[in-house]
């Protein structure tokens, strides 16, 4: 009997509650930096390109090593790397909190980045191993509830920290939970086997220098534009080097990235997928707290309470998923979550300098809040579906690296949709509005295009396994009759 068996039975509450709470500081920090900007940059007095580089350098090195984390995870076991990624996380945070100076808020931000790249993919595959059959269904119901919660609340907690305390109480928040977790982790958390081999080094060193190559393109590009001899040659680097990757992992023994999991169309469908849901969700989250605040004169504090409404609904429709996927399947519950968000999209993106908040905000964000409910839990099942034990890391790694590499294509794409349509503008109020309802109007096409890739990949493809398998034979025992 395996210390996972003997456990998991006794504690998969406190298990859970470990993970979600973990996975719930990292989508806390890569939104609360948003309404906190503006009180950041004026007490650390930070130009605008050390301001972006405060957000950038977490992404970078986030999106970079996110397949190493889940790779560390699998050699060395999930337990002992969860509680580290924990460790250098909390220690990140502090560091933050305390930051005399920009380059220190930087380079602690990118430190934070390493403790999320190994926490996050660690996350997921606990769960993979700690649960099966209905009780994973709820747990990844409440993994996916946390992904959708995480952001909103977010900027709720950096707005209201900014604005009765200081934005370094945001980053101070996260010291007491994350030692907690890091003090109850070895009395709960299971301990999984250690996968015999060793690393792929060529995968680790590609991967991690081609995803962060085409990050930080995509970053470069949004803040200096896409002609920029940076922009190109980060994104030539990008390709050469991801090429080499996939070159590499189609040789190794014991790859990184085991490219068998990309043989499945429901996984492969998952994974697009995602990168364009949360390519336009960050957009949403970026553009629409600018304009609460700078169009429609929000607080910091009162903008984060503006995406209540969308949290609550969010977390109430992920709550009921489990009861919903088993009665209309995970298939049929994705593009309804898919076709709510892309219809609050569109609806958000009308959005002008008259604009009310009730009728053009609230009320598109309730449909975009049901929508993430519905479609977070069944895209993060398809994306670890029929991923065996060995797998379950490389899956989940996958699963946060292409989130991750999503937001980040989509936020920098956006950003310079949204730069064209503000142009020259004088007016503050009228330039936020028009780079938002561009940038809104295009995140919607990136729904779109998601809803496609779920009714082209997925669909067809949990069609035919669900045929097979009411097609296979029942086998019955011979009573010799």
Known sequence: MTDTTRT???????????VLVSYFMILLDNSVIFTALPSLQADL?????????????????????????????????????FIFG?????????????SPAGWWIIS???????????VAPSALSLITVSFEGEERTRAVAWYSATAGIGASLGLVVGGAAASWFSWRAGFFINVPIGLAMILLAPKF??????LPGRFDIAGAITSTVGVGSLVFAILYAAEFGWGTIQTIVGFILAAVVLTAF??????????IMPLRLFASRIRTGAYVTR????????????????????????????????????????????????RITRRFGDTLTLIVGATLTFAGMVWLSRISVDSDYLTAVALPMLLIGAGQGFAFAPMTNFGISGATARDAGAASGIVNTFHQVGSSLGLGVLVAVGAA???????QALAITAEASAALTTASVFLLASLVAVLALIAPAATADARTASQAPVQVESTGI
Do not use: C
Not at 86 to 98: D, K, R, Y
Not at 108 to 118: C, F, H, S, W
Not at 297 to 305: I, K, M, S, Y
């Open 421 to 427: 349509a503000a142009g020259t503008s004088a007016d």
């Open 8 to 18: 998991a039975p006794l504690h998969k509450g406190a298990i859970l509650t470990i």
């Open 45 to 81: 007095n930070l130009s605008s390109a050390e301001l972006a580089w405060v957000q950038d350098a977490y992404t970078l090195v986030f999106g970079g090593l996110l397949l190493l984390g889940a790779r560390a995870g699998d050699l060395l076991g999930r337990k002992p790397v």
């Open 246 to 255: 996939v070159f590499a992992e189609a040789r190794a023994t014991q790859p």
């Open 275 to 322: 990168l364009l849901y949360l390519g336009a969700m960050i957009g949403f989250f970026f553009f629409t707290s600018q304009f609460l605040q700078e169009a429609l004169g929000f607080t910091p504090l009162q903008a984060g309470l503006a995406f209540l409404p969308m949290t609550l609904v969010n977390f109430a429709v992920a709550m009921l998923i489990p």
């Open 108 to 118: 602690a931000r990118a430190l934070q980045g390493v403790g999320a790249a190994i």
């Open 86 to 98: 924990l460790v250098v996380f909390a220690v990140a945070s502090l560091l933050i909190a305390l």
């Open 189 to 194: 958390l299971p301990h999984t086997p250690k």
